[in-house]
């Protein structure tokens, strides 16, 4: 496949300066209809019951997919989805599972950020520190190394 650079190269090389300058005047109306619009969704909405109102009212009172109202009202589809289909954020409940998993998500990016993770043998160390670990078990058969060959 031709990049559009060797294209320009190949038509120069042949002299065919009206081909040039037909592809310059594209690229200039293209310039023109081109606009730098800000990204499809920033930051996503926080769900609230209005906001769950308001999806499953626009499901059914529109021919609207999920994903036009997740766009419409500035929401990831898959909470469209899990509105309309499982009826979660309806209500205002803080101790409900989708409630507390987004507290629960927002403390971890609110929390430090240089915070460093455990190594999970620290964590079983420090869970059983009497607890040996298994002993290796022999074995017969013979290890080759890359002088023996």
Known sequence: MTTLKEFEDALREQGMHMALAILQKLRERD???RSVAPARRITGHKMTPEL???ILELHGTT???QQEIAFQ???NQGRVNEVIKRGK?????PAAPEAVARDKAKARMAGPANRKRTDSREIRAAASPTKKSPARKTSNQAQLLFGDL
């Open 31 to 33: 310039r023109t209809k």
């Open 52 to 54: 769950a109102r308001r």
């Open 63 to 65: 021919e609207m997919t």
């Open 73 to 75: 009202l500035g929401v």
């Open 89 to 93: 954020w309806l209500d205002d409940n």
